[in-house]
Nanobody, 124 residues
Framework: QVQLVESGGGLVQAGDSLRLSCAAS????????MAWFRQAPGKEREFVAG????????RYADSVKGRFTISRDNAKNTVFLQMNSLRRADTAVYYC?????????????????WGQGTQVTVSP
C-alpha cells in the first residue's frame, strides 16, 4: 500500500507560478512511476505530467509542455509539479498518482494509488 498526500494548491492569478508537492509513504517510493493528473469541473480526469522511477524520463500533456515541470526526490519520497505561467484553463483539482513499474502510463487505470487531490484556482 502507498499513501499519497498532495499539498501546495491555492488561488493564484493568471501568469503566476505554483509548486505542488506529493508526499508518499508505505512501499518503496523509488519502485513507482509518479504522475500528476487534474480534473476540472464537469470534465474527465486528465494526465498532466509523469516521471519514471529514477527521474531521468518525463512525459507531459501538450497543454502544459514548456510551462510545467515534474521532478522527484526519492530520498524524501516526494514528487513535485512546478507550474509556471498559469492560465485559467489550468484551474482544476490536481491529483498525484503512483504506478508500479518502469514506464510512465498516461491512462488512469494504469495507476495503482491516488492521493485526495489539491485545488488549484487561477483567476483572470
Amino acid at each position: 500500500q502507498v499513501q499519497l498526500v498532495e499539498s501546495g494548491g491555492g488561488l493564484v492569478q493568471a501568469g503566476d507560478s505554483l509548486r505542488l508537492s506529493c508526499a508518499a509513504s508505505g512501499r518503496p517510493f523509488s519502485r513507482y512511476a509518479m504522475a500528476w493528473f487534474r480534473q476540472a469541473p464537469g470534465k474527465e480526469r486528465e494526465f498532466v505530467a509523469g516521471i519514471n522511477w529514477s527521474g531521468d524520463s518525463t512525459r507531459y500533456a501538450d497543454s502544459v509542455k514548456g510551462r510545467f515541470t515534474i521532478s522527484r526526490d526519492n530520498a524524501k519520497n516526494t514528487v513535485f509539479l512546478q507550474m509556471n505561467s498559469l492560465r485559467r484553463a489550468d484551474t482544476a483539482v490536481y491529483y498525484c498518482a503512483a504506478a508500479l513499474g518502469e514506464t510512465i502510463p498516461r491512462v488512469l487505470g494504469d495507476y495503482d494509488y491516488w492521493g485526495q487531490g489539491t485545488q488549484v484556482t487561477v483567476s483572470p
